[in-house]
């Protein structure tokens, strides 16, 4: 049972580690602030420099340089960087407040988490290739461990 429970944990893309309620998250923290000071040039629609940064699986993605612009050290995180010397935002654009890069740079600090959204649901499909390759040799048609039989 708590393979099956690690196995889902894997399969989700997040921890079951405690999380604390100060502890920023994208959709909670991140998304607005960087929607409100980014979002008129690194948008779904507008993406300077190839980037977006509306979501998790753009940030991920990164742009032009095809780095993540967010990666779990702070010192490798391009958007840090960015944000870090001053080169973003721009000259001439409003600038990120110190509670706002303070909040950023936690985040990243942090790993950069992102609760799990429906973007992320897990089927059948993705999850019987694990069980087959790793569960039945134990639970299957032979030996069923723990009266276990994982084929179906």
Known sequence: MRFLLRLSVLLCGFSVAASADDEPTFEKHIQPLLKSRCG????GTTKKGGLDLSSMVAIRKGGESGEPAVVKSLDESLLWIMID???MPPEGQPQLKPDEKSLIRKWIEGGARSAPTS????????VFPYL????VVCHGARRKEGDLDLRT
Not at 40 to 43: E, I, L, N, R, T
Request: hydrophobic share 10%; charged share 30%.
């Open 119 to 126: 973007e992320a649901k897990v089927t059948q499909h993705e």
């Open 85 to 87: 010397g001053g080169d």
């Open 40 to 43: 008129k040039c690194h948008s």
């Open 132 to 135: 087959y390759t790793r569960c």
